[in-house]
């Protein structure tokens, strides 16, 4: 997270120094800058204030998402985000949300960042732990009254949690203590 953030702030100075010179654009406020910083790291410790359960995403889903993702996730135009469970083995896995990702943190980053597709990042934080909550309930994870925020989606045992090797080279973090 942390070379993220030094990348990004390189990025920032190195297009600031450039536009000076050339006579073009500005540099970013801090407050525009804290408005594009809104990754969630795995163990959820970025997400922001607000709740959602599975009742209230079923609503944003089938307004903001279905058109692309079928009804009930089960896929349309776009990937399918439900089914896949004991598929990863065979020769053609479905990697869906139920059966391959493994931490259901990274699902609400990965709405909050880019969905809905022609829209991202139009939906409110209570939206996004809502969609977020329907979309792991729809794969059997968690109950559709369950509430999905700060403090329990961390907190969900995603089936293929364990599925993964993580990455032991020096420049991943790995093996870093965590601030």
Known sequence: MHSSWLLVCIVLAAAS?????LGVGRAASPDEVKAWDIGISPDGRELPPGAGTSIEGKEVY?????????DAGKGGDETALVGGLGS???PRPLKTVGSYWPKATTLFDYVRRAMPYKNPGSLSDAQVYAVTAYILNLNGIVGASDAMNAQTLP?????????????????????????
Do not use: Y
Request: proline fraction near 7%; include cysteine.
């Open 17 to 21: 120094l450039c536009a000076q010179k």
């Open 88 to 90: 990863l083995a065979t």
């Open 155 to 179: 907190k969900v045992k995603m089936p293929n949690a364990g599925g993964f090797i993580p990455d032991s080279r020096p420049d991943t973090g790995a093996g870093k203590k965590k601030k």
């Open 62 to 70: 089938d307004r903001r998402c279905k058109r692309c993702h079928g």
